[in-house]
């Protein structure tokens, strides 16, 4: 499956104001190119509404061309996700193509635009993940309320994995937990899904997952932080003629309820 990075990559090529510059008539782009590249996002960035106030002086609104040259060239791996400032490039960039930030782009690139497909099929599949994932950051910004009701189109009632996230979720929203999403402070990010099982009424799916959460507790302003790169496994069956989730294993559920 294409890579998150690969169609962030695609997407600026695509921009009116590169191909419509120097840039859209080279092949291959070398040093003085990206200099070039790093202008037009400059001048961009520095009209964007998303960059207005706070958040400018938290991710800036230039990207070096040494750094563009690095994003477009380099074969990224797993732990480029735990660098700060990797992600703070990705949210600029995404700014530049006319999102939000990252996350925003994720969401639109993976749940508003790709068609479900049929039933059971794998882009129906892969949907419904990137949907349940979109449904669990909204689910923690709404943190101390507990509306578990949320996933009810994506994930089967009494099921084993929607009894463990109620579990977990409600000791959270007791302890006062609440989401800081001010000047993207939380964000996530999903890709590389594969499918490990295909049976007429069950699939197997596999997902790499990177959650940066940042909660604070009630009246205490405790800090809670969440920064983990993990494969997760999703167990999607058919019952009575609807797919949705069954169960789930995540290696680190309930690590926030651990560390109290």
């Not at 167990?235 to 609807?242: L, P």
Request: with cysteine; proline share 2%.
């Amino acid at each position: 499956m294409k890579t998150i990075y690969n169609s962030i990559r695609e997407e600026v090529e695509k921009h009116s104001k590169v191909r419509n510059s120097v840039l859209g008539n080279v092949s291959e782009w070398k040093r003085s190119h990206y200099i070039i590249l790093s202008e037009i996002i400059k001048d961009e960035l520095s009209e964007a509404e998303e960059l207005k106030g706070g958040k400018k002086f938290e991710i800036g609104n230039t990207i070096s061309h040494v750094t563009l040259q690095r994003f477009f060239e380099n074969d990224y791996q797993d732990k480029t996700h735990n660098d700060l400032r990797f992600l703070k490039t990705l949210d600029k960039i995404c700014i530049f193509l006319g999102y939000k930030d990252l996350n925003d782009y994720i969401q639109s690139l993976k749940i508003n635009n790709q068609e479900k497909g049929p039933e059971g099929s794998l882009e129906f599949l892969t949907k419904m993940v990137y949907e349940y994932c979109a449904t669990v950051f909204e689910f923690y910004k709404k943190f101390p309320e507990h509306k578990t009701e949320i996933f009810k189109d994506l994930v089967f009632d009494g099921s084993p994995f929607l009894e463990r996230a109620t579990e977990f979720s409600r000791e959270l929203c007791e302890r006062d937990f609440q989401l800081v999403t001010k000047n993207n402070r939380s964000n996530y990010e999903v890709f590389d899904i594969n499918l490990v099982t295909d049976e007429p009424d069950k699939k197997i799916l596999e997902a790499q997952e990177f959650w940066n959460l940042l909660f604070k507790v009630g009246e205490t302003g405790e800090e809670h932080f969440v920064n983990q790169l993990n494969t997760q496994i999703y167990f999607i069956r058919k019952i009575d003629n609807t797919w949705k989730i069954w169960d789930n294993y995540n290696p680190d559920a309930g690590r926030l309820n651990r560390k109290a």
